[in-house]
């Protein structure tokens, strides 16, 4: 979809602290394919350009295109979450971010503070150009989608960085840094809007519609009320999330596909439980959703630079104790847990050795090199084993970055989870309703009873509020691998409940060092043990709770001091 990029140099332009006004240009690409539909380059006045669902069309495309870049994947936001917490590491690169160690010029921190103030930019230009108070169903859908639009990023800027600066108009520069509530409150206000004004069904599955504000609106105050415990604010998460749930089913609304593995077929992107998708296409060159994510297909080796997504084994395992010893259909369907995969490549032929998971980990210090299921003859070994996310997998890419697995935001299974968690920290524990929630997505799970791990729950599993939480939150781990949520939820608890993560992952990897091959502290292995194993003392988590502010934002914003740093940087 970012085939178009260098008609929006103009947005890509603008420096994220100081958005100078445009006038709004009409790029004519559709929301739903990037297709040119009609040549409109010109300046046009508000009641021109929506004047018809087809222009308006054309300008909303520019908003995809520009609020959206391929940057916020590729480079941003999913490797930098994926990579910087305790559930997952990346084989080559981004050690700063796999140590929790980044500085504030750590370019994947600048680059992503840099495109969610690209696609703010866009979206503010668009919401200049709307009427205030809208009337025909255009302005109305217009004004809305780029208010949903600013608000998404704001909640991105939000969960890594707290409060930031506020920039809502064009004319907008060096604006101070807003606090966290601050920042959240114009969350919130942007998504009331956009619930009020966009459209219950859209001409594209590509466009969020009502539903989709309204589950933004929950997760924002999902995000909000774990960082602050304010009852109030779960009680608007859960009523948000209600909104969407009673919709479930309705054209207007959304539901959990019947099988888990069609949320990556590439026949069934845009699909019913996808609330917020954005659509990438085979293109050479880069512009597509990047092999960073697609490591293996069949028969393919890893390419990038930037080497593997790898899911420590301890996750692994914590799941399968849950389920009783089994691997459950999403993990069997996102991950390549059931064929561990050797590196480096043998013979030179990018194919790769398996073995299946669960393995003894004793036996890999036994593998050879020209033969790696044979004994036994360690020094031969050089390589390592791993559980990759194999959920973004094109079948047939176009070199490193060509595949066209589109990238899901938010879908339906995180609207009932949720509310889940909503109904148990107003109750004090889980309730029925919650109990429900979490049994739907427990469900579909199996596959619709074909497997019969994750099973069901029932009060009587838990006992209390912290149990069902940490139930809640090993689900969300495993339904949302790779998809950015997983940094969130080690953090938006506070210190005490991040510390208890990091002394976990921190048992659980020494166990595995013990159990693993000894490569030494020079070996593959050995040095991404030294990077894992992370302090516990307040000043270390205090500080990785939040990304620092990039350098260049505090050096360039004249509204900015080195007080208004996070802590710790």
Same mark, same amino acid.
């Given at each position: 979809?970012?085939?178009?990029?260098?008609?929006?140099?103009?947005?890509?332009?603008?420096?994220?602290?100081?958005?100078?006004?445009?006038?709004?240009?009409?790029?004519?690409?559709?929301?739903?394919?990037?297709?040119?539909?009609?040549?409109?380059?010109?300046?046009?006045?508000?009641?021109?350009?929506?004047?018809?669902?087809?222009?308006?069309?054309?300008?909303?495309?520019?908003?995809?295109?520009?609020?959206?870049?391929?940057?916020?994947?590729?480079?941003?936001?999913?490797?930098?979450?994926?990579?910087?917490?305790?559930?997952?590491?990346?084989?080559?690169?981004?050690?700063?971010?796999?140590?929790?160690?980044?500085?504030?010029?750590?370019?994947?921190?600048?680059?992503?503070?840099?495109?969610?103030?690209?696609?703010?930019?866009?979206?503010?230009?668009?919401?200049?150009?709307?009427?205030?108070?809208?009337?025909?169903?255009?302005?109305?859908?217009?004004?809305?989608?780029?208010?949903?639009?600013?608000?998404?990023?704001?909640?991105?800027?939000?969960?890594?960085?707290?409060?930031?600066?506020?920039?809502?108009?064009?004319?907008?520069?060096?604006?101070?840094?807003?606090?966290?509530?601050?920042?959240?409150?114009?969350?919130?206000?942007?998504?009331?809007?956009?619930?009020?004004?966009?459209?219950?069904?859209?001409?594209?599955?590509?466009?969020?519609?009502?539903?989709?504000?309204?589950?933004?609106?929950?997760?924002?105050?999902?995000?909000?009320?774990?960082?602050?415990?304010?009852?109030?604010?779960?009680?608007?998460?859960?009523?948000?999330?209600?909104?969407?749930?009673?919709?479930?089913?309705?054209?207007?609304?959304?539901?959990?596909?019947?099988?888990?593995?069609?949320?990556?077929?590439?026949?069934?992107?845009?699909?019913?439980?996808?609330?917020?998708?954005?659509?990438?296409?085979?293109?050479?060159?880069?512009?597509?959703?990047?092999?960073?994510?697609?490591?293996?297909?069949?028969?393919?080796?890893?390419?990038?630079?930037?080497?593997?997504?790898?899911?420590?084994?301890?996750?692994?395992?914590?799941?399968?104790?849950?389920?009783?010893?089994?691997?459950?259909?999403?993990?069997?369907?996102?991950?390549?847990?059931?064929?561990?995969?050797?590196?480096?490549?043998?013979?030179?032929?990018?194919?790769?050795?398996?073995?299946?998971?669960?393995?003894?980990?004793?036996?890999?210090?036994?593998?050879?090199?020209?033969?790696?299921?044979?004994?036994?003859?360690?020094?031969?070994?050089?390589?390592?084993?791993?559980?990759?996310?194999?959920?973004?997998?094109?079948? =047939?890419?176009?070199?490193? %970055? !060509?595949?066209? &697995?589109?990238?899901?935001?938010?879908?339906?299974?995180? /609207? *009932?989870?949720? @509310?889940?968690? =909503?109904?148990?920290?107003? %109750? !004090?524990?889980? &309730?029925?309703?919650?109990?429900?929630?979490?049994?739907? /997505? *427990?469900?579909? @799970?199996?596959?619709?009873?074909?497997?019969?791990?994750?099973?069901?729950?029932?009060?009587?599993?838990?006992?209390?509020?912290?149990?069902?939480?940490?139930?809640?939150?090993?689900?969300?781990?495993?339904?949302?691998?790779?998809?950015?949520?997983?940094?969130?939820?080690?953090?938006?608890?506070?210190?005490?409940?991040?510390?208890?993560?990091?002394?976990?992952?921190?048992?659980?990897?020494?166990?595995?060092?013990?159990?693993?091959?000894?490569?030494?502290?020079?070996?593959?292995?050995?040095?991404?043990?030294?990077?894992?194993?992370?302090?516990?003392?307040?000043?270390?988590?205090?500080?990785?709770?939040?990304?620092?502010?990039?350098?260049?934002?505090?050096?360039?914003?004249?509204?900015?001091?080195?007080?208004?740093?996070?802590?710790?940087?």
């Amino acid at each position: 979809m970012n085939k178009y990029n260098d008609m929006i140099t103009q947005f890509t332009q603008l420096t994220f602290y100081s958005l100078k006004r445009l006038f709004v240009v009409v790029l004519l690409i559709s929301a739903a394919s990037c297709e040119l539909d009609e040549e409109v380059y010109s300046f046009r006045d508000s009641e021109s350009v929506f004047a018809s669902e087809g222009s308006t069309d054309a300008l909303l495309g520019s908003l995809t295109t520009a609020g959206y870049s391929k940057y916020w994947y590729y480079q941003s936001v999913f490797p930098a979450t994926t990579a910087h917490h305790s559930l997952f590491y990346t084989r080559r690169n981004n050690y700063s971010l796999n140590k929790m160690t980044i500085t504030p010029s750590e370019s994947r921190v600048q680059n992503t503070w840099r495109e969610m103030y690209t696609g703010i930019a866009t979206a503010n230009i668009i919401i200049s150009t709307t009427p205030q108070n809208p009337e025909t169903e255009n302005e109305k859908n217009a004004r809305g989608l780029a208010l949903f639009t600013r608000a998404g990023h704001y909640l991105m800027l939000a969960r890594l960085w707290g409060g930031v600066p506020l920039v809502l108009n064009p004319e907008d520069e060096n604006m101070p840094r807003s606090t966290r509530d601050e920042t959240f409150e114009q969350i919130v206000e942007d998504l009331e809007f956009a619930f009020d004004y966009l459209a219950p069904l859209q001409n594209s599955p590509a466009k969020p519609k009502k539903m989709a504000a309204a589950a933004y609106l929950a997760a924002a105050y999902h995000h909000w009320a774990s960082l602050t415990n304010d009852v109030s604010r779960w009680e608007k998460a859960r009523d948000w999330a209600k909104i969407v749930i009673d919709a479930e089913g309705s054209g207007e609304g959304y539901r959990l596909l019947n099988d888990f593995a069609h949320l990556w077929d590439l026949a069934h992107e845009f699909s019913d439980e996808s609330i917020m998708e954005i659509g990438f296409t085979r293109a050479a060159g880069g512009a597509s959703f990047p092999i960073w994510w697609s490591i293996f297909g069949d028969g393919q080796a890893a390419k990038s630079q930037n080497g593997g997504t790898v899911i420590n084994y301890h996750l692994a395992d914590s799941l399968m104790s849950i389920y009783n010893g089994e691997i459950d259909y999403r993990m069997k369907t996102q991950t390549s847990i059931n064929q561990i995969y050797y590196w480096p490549m043998i013979g030179g032929d990018n194919t790769a050795a398996k073995m299946s998971y669960p393995l003894n980990k004793a036996d890999l210090r036994n593998a050879k090199s020209d033969n790696p299921l044979g004994l036994p003859d360690a020094t031969k070994y050089t390589g390592n084993t791993h559980i990759l996310v194999t959920k973004y997998r094109d079948p =047939a890419p176009l070199g490193n %970055n !060509g595949h066209e &697995n589109n990238a899901i935001l938010m879908r339906y299974s995180e /609207v *009932l989870l949720i @509310a889940a968690e =909503a109904e148990c920290e107003l %109750n !004090g524990g889980p &309730n029925a309703t919650a109990i429900d929630y979490l049994n739907r /997505v *427990l469900t579909r @799970a199996r596959k619709n009873e074909s497997f019969t791990e994750p099973a069901n729950v029932s009060l009587g599993n838990f006992n209390g509020l912290l149990d069902f939480r940490a139930r809640l939150l090993m689900e969300r781990a495993n339904e949302f691998i790779g998809e950015h949520h997983a940094w969130m939820d080690e953090r938006r608890f506070g210190i005490e409940h991040f510390r208890k993560r990091v002394e976990w992952h921190n048992t659980q990897f020494q166990r595995e060092k013990l159990a693993s091959w000894t490569a030494g502290p020079s070996g593959n292995f050995g040095r991404r043990i030294r990077n894992q194993l992370f302090p516990t003392n307040d000043a270390f988590l205090t500080k990785n709770l939040l990304w620092p502010i990039p350098e260049n934002e505090i050096n360039n914003n004249t509204s900015l001091t080195f007080s208004d740093q996070n802590p710790g940087y």
